[in-house]
């Protein structure tokens, strides 16, 4: 049964850190292009960042750029997100999603596999 585990979620103050993880079970997540999206209280879904499958390019949103990390762990079969200097404009519900045969997008639509998602919370 395939499957994607997105966790690492918690509580941290402003400018902290949080690393979540987005594990694959019963497909390797090498050959799927990886997003990862959130949903803040009251707030639309939005895709924040994506790592492609085969040449591992990626691409982030403004809000997020240069404070989150996406990163690739083929021996785990695991994706990471990094994210630094967290804000509590940050605080939402973090799910990872995974497509194949698809690059280089933040249409959720496109993607086959999601995960449960994990709760960020920025606060002091």
Same mark, same amino acid.
Do not use: H
């Given at each position: 049964?395939?499957?994607l585990? !997105? ?38 879904r ?26 690739? !762990? ?15 404009? !940050? ?8 497509g ?11 993607? !086959? ?12």
């Amino acid at each position: 049964q395939l499957q994607l585990v !997105d966790s690492g979620g918690g509580l941290v103050q402003p400018g902290g850190s949080l690393r979540l993880s987005c594990a694959g079970s019963g497909f390797s997540l090498t050959y799927y292009t990886i997003a990862w999206f959130r949903q803040a209280p009251g707030k639309e879904r939005e895709g924040i960042v994506f790592i492609n499958s085969g040449d591992d390019t990626t691409y982030y949103v403004d809000s997020v750029k240069g404070r989150f990390t996406i990163s690739r !762990d083929n021996t785990k079969n695991t994706v990471y997100l990094q994210m630094n200097s967290l804000r509590p404009s !940050d605080t939402a519900v973090y799910s990872c999603e995974a497509g194949i045969a698809i690059r280089s997008t933040l249409e959720p639509a496109k993607y !086959d596999y999601w995960g449960q998602g994990t709760q960020v919370t920025v606060s002091s």
